[in-house]
C-alpha cells in the first residue's frame, strides 16, 4: 500500500517537512530503510544511520536537513505515532471476504452483514455475529454465544458456550474464553482449607479425594479489549467473569473464574490472576505478576514485574516484589538486602573480637 508524506502525516495527525508528495509502502528502522520506506529515527542515537535522501520520523526538534533527508514527518509523542504508523501500514490477516465453504454454522446461528467466516470455522446454535466480524480459520464458537460487531478473532481461538464478546474486540491465536473454572472440594475440611484457618499448622492428614465444582457462569468481555495468544479466561461459578472494556491482555495471561477486571486495564505476558479477585481500572500488572484469590486491587495501581500481590492493594499505589509492596520501600529493602553480607562479615569480626577480649580477661 503506497501512502503520501502528505498522506501519513495527516493520518497521524503530525507535522510534515520537504517532498509531501513522495510515497512511502511501509516503514523500517534507519540502516535498513530502502527508499520507499520511511524511517524511525525519533531520537538522534537513532538519526546517526539515516540514509541522505530518504525519508524518516523525527522527534520534535530535530532538523531534518541536518541528515539530509528529503522528507519528514515530526512526532510530538513517539509512541503514539508508531501506533498510528503501524496501523496504516498493517495489511490485517488473510481473511477473504464472505463465508468459506468448509465452515460449519448451525442454522440456528445470525451471521451479521458484511461478516467474514474463514475455513473451518466451527459456530455452534443461537451463535449471533456481529456486522462486519472476521473469524480466522479453525475457530470454534459455542451454542449462545454473542460476539460483537467489527470483532477480530484469529486461527484457532476457542470461546466456549454462552460468553459475550463485545464490539471491535481482537482475540488472537489459540486464545480461549470460557473454560471451565479451577474449582474442587473435598467432602470435609481439605488441607489447603486447614492451613488457611489454623496460619500453617497441620492438625489431621487423611485421604480424600475432589470433587468438581462446575461452572454455570460465563465470561463478558467489553468492547475495544484485546487478548493475546494462549490467554485464557476462564468462566464463572455462577455468576460471569468480566474483562471490562479498553482493557488488553497479553499473551499467556490467565484469568480465573469469577474474576472481575475494570476498564482499561494493561495485564502484560504471563500474568495470572486467581479466582475472585477484583481488578480496578487502568491498572497495570508487569509480566509475570501473580494476584492470589479473593484480592481486591484498586484503580490505577501499578505492579512491578514478578510481584505477587497476597493482601488488598489501594488505590493509585505502585507495588513491587515478593510480596508486593510500595515500590519505594521495596527497593529500600533491596539495598538494605545487598548490605547484609557486609552487615554480617563486621558482625562475625566483632564477635571474634569480643571472644578474643573475653579470652584475654
Same mark, same amino acid.
Request: neutral net charge; glycine residues 12%.
Given at each position: 500500500?503506497?501512502?503520501?508524506?502528505?498522506?501519513?502525516?495527516?493520518?497521524?495527525?503530525?507535522?510534515?517537512?520537504?517532498?509531501?508528495?513522495?510515497?512511502?509502502?511501509?516503514?523500517?528502522?534507519?540502516?535498513?530503510?530502502?527508499?520507499?520506506?520511511?524511517?524511525?529515527?525519533?531520537?538522534?542515537?537513532?538519526?546517526?544511520?539515516?540514509?541522505?535522501?530518504?525519508?524518516?520520523?523525527?522527534?520534535?526538534?530535530?532538523?531534518?536537513?541536518?541528515?539530509?533527508?528529503?522528507?519528514? @514527518?515530526?512526532?510530538?509523542?513517539?509512541?503514539?505515532?508508531? /501506533?498510528?504508523?503501524?496501523?496504516?501500514?498493517?495489511?490485517?490477516? %488473510?481473511?477473504?471476504?464472505?463465508?468459506?465453504?468448509?465452515?460449519?454454522?448451525?442454522?440456528? /446461528?445470525?451471521?451479521?452483514?458484511?461478516?467474514?467466516?474463514?475455513?473451518?470455522?466451527?459456530?455452534?446454535? %443461537?451463535?449471533?455475529?456481529?456486522?462486519?466480524?472476521?473469524?480466522?480459520?479453525?475457530?470454534?464458537?459455542?451454542?449462545?454465544?454473542?460476539?460483537?460487531?467489527?470483532?477480530?478473532?484469529?486461527?484457532?481461538?476457542?470461546?466456549?458456550?454462552?460468553?459475550?464478546?463485545?464490539?471491535?474486540?481482537?482475540? #488472537?491465536?489459540? /486464545? @480461549?474464553?470460557?473454560? %471451565?473454572?479451577?474449582?474442587?472440594?473435598?467432602?470435609?475440611?481439605?488441607?489447603?482449607?486447614?492451613?488457611?484457618?489454623?496460619?500453617?499448622?497441620?492438625?489431621?492428614?487423611?485421604?480424600?479425594?475432589?470433587?468438581?465444582?462446575?461452572?454455570?457462569?460465563?465470561?463478558?468481555?467489553?468492547?475495544?479489549?484485546? @487478548?493475546?495468544?494462549?490467554?485464557?479466561?476462564?468462566?464463572?461459578?455462577?455468576?460471569?467473569?468480566?474483562?471490562?472494556?479498553?482493557?488488553?491482555?497479553?499473551?499467556?495471561?490467565?484469568?480465573? #473464574?469469577?474474576?472481575?477486571?475494570?476498564?482499561?486495564?494493561?495485564?502484560?505476558?504471563?500474568?495470572?490472576?486467581?479466582?475472585?479477585?477484583?481488578?480496578?481500572?487502568?491498572?497495570?500488572?508487569?509480566?509475570?505478576?501473580?494476584?492470589?484469590?479473593?484480592?481486591?486491587?484498586?484503580?490505577?495501581?501499578?505492579?512491578?514485574?514478578?510481584?505477587?500481590?497476597?493482601?488488598?492493594?489501594?488505590?493509585?499505589?505502585?507495588?513491587?516484589?515478593?510480596?508486593?509492596?510500595?515500590?519505594?520501600?521495596?527497593?529500600?529493602?533491596?539495598?538494605?538486602?545487598?548490605?547484609?553480607?557486609?552487615?554480617?562479615?563486621?558482625?562475625?569480626?566483632?564477635?571474634?573480637?569480643?571472644?578474643?577480649?573475653?579470652?584475654?580477661?
Amino acid at each position: 500500500m503506497k501512502v503520501t508524506i502528505r498522506d501519513l502525516a495527516h493520518a497521524l495527525d503530525a507535522r510534515a517537512w520537504g517532498d509531501l508528495e513522495r510515497s512511502v509502502i511501509g516503514a523500517a528502522e534507519p540502516g535498513v530503510a530502502g527508499p520507499d520506506q520511511i524511517a524511525l529515527a525519533m531520537s538522534p542515537r537513532y538519526a546517526e544511520k539515516l540514509a541522505p535522501g530518504g525519508a524518516a520520523i523525527l522527534a520534535e526538534g530535530m532538523d531534518p536537513e541536518a541528515y539530509g533527508l528529503a522528507a519528514a @514527518i515530526f512526532a510530538p509523542r513517539p509512541r503514539l505515532v508508531m /501506533a498510528g504508523l503501524t496501523r496504516s501500514f498493517d495489511p490485517g490477516p %488473510d481473511i477473504a471476504p464472505g463465508i468459506h465453504p468448509s465452515a460449519v454454522i448451525d442454522p440456528s /446461528a445470525q451471521i451479521g452483514a458484511e461478516a467474514s467466516i474463514g475455513p473451518f470455522v466451527v459456530i455452534g446454535a %443461537d451463535v449471533r455475529i456481529g456486522a462486519r466480524a472476521r473469524i480466522a480459520s479453525h475457530v470454534s464458537i459455542g451454542r449462545g454465544c454473542v460476539i460483537g460487531e467489527d470483532a477480530l478473532i484469529l486461527n484457532g481461538a476457542r470461546v466456549q458456550h454462552d460468553c459475550r464478546i463485545g464490539d471491535r474486540v481482537i482475540l #488472537h491465536p489459540n /486464545a @480461549i474464553i470460557g473454560a %471451565d473454572g479451577f474449582s474442587f472440594v473435598t467432602a470435609e475440611e481439605s488441607g489447603v482449607e486447614e492451613i488457611r484457618r489454623t496460619l500453617g499448622k497441620r492438625e489431621v492428614m487423611r485421604a480424600q479425594s475432589w470433587e468438581r465444582i462446575h461452572s454455570l457462569g460465563a465470561v463478558e468481555i467489553g468492547d475495544d479489549v484485546e @487478548i493475546g495468544a494462549n490467554a485464557t479466561v476462564d468462566r464463572g461459578t455462577v455468576r460471569a467473569t468480566r474483562i471490562g472494556a479498553g482493557s488488553k491482555l497479553d499473551n499467556l495471561v490467565h484469568i480465573g #473464574h469469577n474474576v472481575i477486571v475494570g476498564a482499561d486495564c494493561l495485564i502484560c505476558g504471563q500474568v495470572g490472576i486467581a479466582g475472585s479477585s477484583v481488578i480496578g481500572d487502568r491498572v497495570v500488572l508487569a509480566g509475570q505478576c501473580g494476584v492470589s484469590d479473593n484480592i481486591n486491587v484498586g484503580d490505577d495501581v501499578i505492579a512491578g514485574g514478578a510481584s505477587k500481590i497476597f493482601s488488598r492493594v489501594p488505590a493509585g499505589r505502585v507495588v513491587l516484589g515478593n510480596p508486593a509492596v510500595e515500590m519505594r520501600t521495596r527497593m529500600e529493602m533491596d539495598r538494605a538486602s545487598r548490605r547484609l553480607p557486609r552487615l554480617a562479615d563486621k558482625l562475625a569480626k566483632l564477635q571474634k573480637a569480643v571472644t578474643e577480649l573475653a579470652e584475654r580477661s
